[in-house]
């Protein structure tokens, strides 16, 4: 006489990263830095902002 002793394996149920990522998920879109860079971009050319890189970077600093 042969007994087995196996039972059915469970079904794998989601887990805890798989709840934050369908949360994450419904909150919808999310810009990106590349689109608040352009968002950035835009707001100074309309502005008539016309400084260069080196100038902005040594704001608080006088020459």
Same mark, same amino acid.
């Given at each position: 006489?042969? /007994?087995?002793?196996t #039972?059915? %394996?469970? #079904?794998? *149920? +989601? @887990? /805890? /990263?798989?709840? /934050? !990522?369908?949360?994450d *998920?419904k909150? @919808?879109? !999310? ?7 352009h968002?950035? %971009? #835009?707001?100074?050319? +309309?502005d @008539? ?5 080196? !100038?902005?970077? %040594? %704001? @608080?600093?006088?020459?």
């Amino acid at each position: 006489m042969q /007994i087995s002793m196996t #039972r059915a %394996v469970p #079904r794998p *149920n +989601a @887990g /805890i /990263i798989d709840d /934050i !990522e369908d949360a994450d *998920n419904k909150k @919808g879109f !999310e810009p990106d830095d590349l689109t608040a860079f352009h968002q950035l %971009v #835009r707001h100074l050319i +309309a502005d @008539g902002d016309r400084r260069t890189l080196a !100038e902005m970077t %040594v %704001v @608080g600093q006088r020459r």
